[in-house]
């Protein structure tokens, strides 16, 4: 069984920071793009960033220059770093991974997703 686990969402006001993590675990062979989505009520869930195993980032055009992404491959972990907040960033963050996991002894390509963290930005 393959788990992620995000942390760090909460309350901050329009103009703070706030970090995003998001662990795996479980029986991985290796992880492709890890990518952070987020759904806002009402709205269809989007992509905010994404990065390869390689480093490679992508972002939305609504974040650029205000969110950074990063990985560490060793730990299995990305992280979400979210500067210069604003109320239409409130949502539910969702970390998801692209993977390849372990299932009776066969090595297989999955997407996994976490359950979700709470950001709220007050104006």
């Known amino acids: 069984q393959v788990q992620l686990v995000e942390s760090g969402g909460g309350l901050v006001q329009a103009g703070g920071s706030l970090r995003l993590s998001c662990a795996a675990s479980?029986?991985?062979?290796?992880?492709?793009?890890m990518d952070w989505y987020r759904q806002a009520p009402g709205k269809q869930r989007e992509l905010v960033a994404g990065?390869?195993?390689?480093?490679?980032?992508n972002y939305a055009d609504s974040v650029k220059g205000r969110f950074y992404i990063s990985r560490d491959n060793a730990k299995n972990t990305v992280n979400l770093q979210m500067n210069s907040l604003k109320p239409e960033d409130t949502a539910v963050y969702y970390c998801h991974a692209d993977l390849y996991a372990y299932n009776s002894g066969i090595v297989s390509n999955r997407n996994y997703w976490g359950q979700g963290t709470q950001v709220t930005v007050s104006s």
């Open positions: 990065i390869t195993s390689g480093g490679s980032t």
């Open positions: 479980g029986s991985i062979f290796t992880i492709n793009a």
